[in-house]
């Protein structure tokens, strides 16, 4: 049944009045302390905390730091030998008009073998492009409302994920979900509602955020138009909120992750992938308004006409490009300024977005969640550069997670991020720049800081025992010796592997040792066609393995 909300107040304003916001918006305070720097190799548990850096540096300086303590105004946190467990649901639990569930009864003998592993709940991607798919306003979303019903009565807990990105990468991809035909619609009237690089290649798995508060979807700002759907999301959904789904991620960009599609989404997944420098997303002609407008305020007009000269996007070493090689024109008074700007629009992205959701579910006890990229592939080099084109300020002489942090400390929301299955010796097989470990590690500092909880993904579909030990290894980093607010997991993602005999061992394993349940009075209580099982663990993984997800 498709319902039509009420309509909501239209505002505008212009790219440059966004623009002479940043400053404020992007400043981050220092509190200078007399404790020595912390190194990354050392313990957490050894001393308490502290982020020692230079002009906000992502590493620790020999002269001129500022530190961070980061037990100063330390509440009392949640056990750090508890972690919840969440398991994603496939990307098409639900029918391609949102109308209905795919193979429910499989659907619902998986989840029961979820129950019997431990995991507290499930991740429900809600497709902005398949409930708001024909009409603005019309909103289907029955499907999604049978599939956590499904969810609640076998005792599981749901976090739904609020996507407002693209699907798949293309109509012949058995998972591709586009935007809402009529947002595609404006997009062919006006293509500068896409991304674009500086070659003219667009992207559309996401809206340009320099458009983001224009009325330029029949009417209504992309900021207007996620809070519709937030907004008849909670009214759909109100008597589950707090009860049945306990968390709300909100999307904030390509592959829901709040970042610019520097490169796209589906490159990601390729095994060349850790190369990619990336090229800047600010050639549509709202951005390139809101960075001429910024240039003139700036007084240096000139600067306003273009993303960087230099900055390659071919798989290339950052050392053979003029703005990303080290002391390159990325760490020059223009490089300065143009990172600053491109990161601070980033940011007043998230701001926006957090600004609304937090009004919209104003007294639902749910967890607010946003999602920043795993992105570590030039981590080892001074510029970072694939961070800079994904709008991560960050170098090793600037954090550009703590303004993040900050921000969504502001608004009581969760950081998310992958890769928590990831281990440098691997990444640097292939690429000796990456630093997966070293990157979240920066990651999880700035959500201690911030006293903000955390939630972890794997980030390939792997269910070897090295990938589980890393995990098991980063989660310790994050909570051994420390009081975090919470820290859940998120397993990516649920599938017809994960229930095969050796896999789901690992996993339930995993699940365990997570959780904290011990390791030898496991036992899975089933309630399969009226008839109850008490079953030792090998049982019970045997149980899950016919519960295959097919």
Known sequence: MAIASSPTRSFCSTSADLSSRLPRLSTVAFIPLPSPSLHPSLSLKLKPLSVSSRLNSSKPSENGDLRYDLNRGRGRGSDPKRTSV????????????????????????????????????????????????????????????????????CGLKVRVVLAFHQCGTGPADPHWIPLPLWVLEEINKNPDLAYSDRFGRKNIEYISLGCDTLPVLQGRSPIQAY?????????????????????????MGPAGELRYPSCPSRKLTWPWRTRELGEFQCYDKYMLASLNARAQYAGKPEWGNGGPIGASNLLQNPEDTDFFKNHGSWNTPYGKFFLEWYSGMLLLHGENICREAKAIFRGAEVNMLAKVAGIHWHYGTQSHASELTAGYYNTDFRDGYLPIARMLARYGFTLCCTGFDMQDAEEQEVNPFSRP?????????????????????????TLDDGSFQQVLKMVKFCSDGQEMPSFSFSFERMDKNMFDYQNWVRFTRLVRQ??????????????????EYQLPLPESTKVGMAFAHC
Not at 109 to 136: H, I, K, M, N, Y
Not at 517 to 527: I, M, P
């Open 514 to 531: 997570l959780s904290g349940s011990g390791t030898n009075n496991f036992r899975a209580k089933l309630d399969l066609a009226g008839c």
């Open 227 to 251: 809070a519709d759907f937030m907004r008849a999301f909670r009214d759909a959904f109100w008597p589950l909120l707090g009860a049945v789904i306990t968390g709300i991620q909100v999307g």
């Open 437 to 461: 470990e070293g990157f979240l590690k920066q990651l999880l500092l700035a959500a201690i800081f911030c006293h903000i909880p955390m939630e972890g993904e794997n980030f390939a579909p």
């Open 86 to 153: 969440f398991v994603k649901l496939p990307l098409d639990a639900v029918g391609p008009t949102a109308a209905q569930v795919r193979r429910r009864k499989t659907m619902e003998q998986s989840f029961r073998a979820l129950v019997a592993a431990g995991v507290e709940g499930v991740v429900l991607e809600v497709w902005w492009g398949l409930v708001e798919r024909d009409a603005p306003k019309v909103y289907i979303w029955q499907g999604y409302k049978d599939l956590i019903a499904m969810a609640k009565h």
